[in-house]
């Protein structure tokens, strides 16, 4: 049975730092694409950085760009989401996804965590 498991959220003032990290018991683990997703109370899922298998592609969405960074240790099976000035809209509960290519859409993603709750205050 796939697991991902998510881990490093928590409270943080606006202006901090977060690093997420993802835990997954994928089997071919670098078979996979992993991105990160995060929803927001009263808002649908939005696509937040993807990274190839190899990890030498990258991407992420508008409202991240330069202050979120996303890596993975093939060899751990362990995905990261390095989150650097944080804003009070970033807050939401991040999800961890593995998927067969980069993609921004979830329905994409085959496997999912269960997500770490982010709270950014003003």
């Known amino acids: 049975q796939v697991q991902l498991v998510e881990s490093g959220g928590g409270l943080v003032q606006a202006g901090g730092s977060l690093r997420l990290a993802c835990a997954t018991s994928?089997?071919?683990?670098?078979?996979?694409?992993m991105g990160w997703f995060r929803q927001a109370p009263g808002k649908e899922r939005e696509f937040v950085a993807t990274?190839?298998?190899?990890?030498?592609?990258?991407l992420y969405s508008d409202s991240v760009k330069g202050r979120f960074i996303i890596s993975r240790e093939n060899a751990k099976n362990m995905v990261y989401l390095q989150m650097n000035s944080l804003k009070p809209d970033d807050t939401a509960v991040y999800y961890c996804?593995?998927?067969?290519?980069?993609?921004?859409?979830?329905?994409?993603?085959?496997?999912w965590g269960q997500g770490t709750q982010v709270t950014v205050s003003s």
């Open positions: 994928i089997g071919s683990f670098i078979s996979y694409a």
């Open positions: 996804a593995a998927g067969s290519e980069m993609a921004t859409t979830a329905i994409k993603y085959r496997f």
């Open positions: 990274i190839s298998r190899g990890g030498g592609a990258t």
